[in-house]
C-alpha cells in the first residue's frame, strides 16, 4: 500500500491539473511579465541573447552600446511583423538556431569584429526571433504587451552581460567567456541534431 500511495497522489494531481500552453508560460502576474518569463525559458531566445550580449562585451563599451539598442528594436519590429504574417515555423527553427549557433561560435573564437558586423548580427537575429515570438504569442491573447516584455527582458540581459564582459581583465576570465560561447555553438549543433532527427 505504501508503494501506491506516490502513483495515487500522482494521479490525483493529474486529474486537476490546470491545462499546459505550448511556447508561453502563464506567470499570473499580466502580460507583459508573461513576456519576460518567455524569453527566460525559451531556450533559443534566451541563448541567442546571451551569446549576442558575450560578443558585444568581448568587442568593447561602443559594440555594448550599439547591441543593447539594436537587438530589443530588431526583435520588436520582427515581433509585430510575425504577429501580423506567420512565416513556415520549420524554416524559422532552423534560422533561429542558426543564429545562436553562429554568434557563440563567433564568441568562442573571440572574432575581431568591427561595430557594424556587431549590429547587423543584432538585428539579423532581433527580426528572426522576434517573427518566431509574435505568431506564439498572439493566439494567447498577451499581444502587444507579452512582446513588450519579451523586449525587455532580452534588452536587460543583453546591457547587464554585455556591460560584464566589458569589464573583464585579459585571463582567465576571458577565456571563461569563450567557453561559454562554445557551449551556446555546441548547444546549437545539438539543437540542428535534433532538428534534422525529427525531420527524417
Known amino acids: 500500500m505504501r508503494r501506491s500511495a506516490p502513483a ?5 494531481l493529474a486529474l486537476f491539473a490546470a491545462p499546459a500552453q505550448a511556447h508561453l508560460a502563464s506567470t499570473g502576474f499580466g502580460d507583459f511579465y508573461d513576456g519576460i518569463a518567455h524569453v527566460l525559458i525559451t531556450p533559443e531566445d534566451l541563448l541567442v541573447a546571451l551569446a549576442v550580449g558575450l560578443l558585444a562585451g568581448q568587442r568593447g563599451s561602443r559594440a555594448t552600446r550599439f547591441a543593447v539598442i539594436a537587438l530589443p ?12 504574417w506567420s512565416p513556415l515555423p520549420s524554416q524559422l527553427v532552423v534560422l533561429t538556431t ?4 553562429l554568434t557563440g561560435a563567433l564568441v568562442a573564437l ?5 561595430d557594424a558586423a556587431i549590429i547587423a548580427i543584432a538585428i539579423a537575429a532581433g527580426l528572426l526571433h522576434g517573427l ?3 505568431p506564439t504569442m498572439t493566439p494567447s491573447g498577451i499581444g502587444t504587451q507579452g512582446l513588450i516584455g519579451a523586449v525587455c527582458a532580452v534588452a536587460v540581459l543583453v546591457l547587464l552581460l554585455s556591460s560584464q564582459v566589458n569589464a573583464l581583465v585579459p585571463g582567465w576570465q576571458r577565456i571563461a567567456v569563450r567557453v561559454a560561447g562554445s557551449w551556446i555553438a555546441a548547444s546549437g549543433l545539438l539543437m540542428f541534431g535534433w532538428l534534422y532527427h525529427t525531420a527524417r
Open 98 to 101: 542558426a543564429t545562436f549557433a
Open 8 to 12: 495515487v497522489i500522482a494521479f490525483a
Open 110 to 114: 573571440d572574432a575581431r569584429l568591427r
Open 132 to 134: 518566431a515570438n509574435g
Open 73 to 84: 528594436l530588431a526583435w520588436l519590429a520582427g515581433g509585430l511583423m510575425g504577429a501580423r
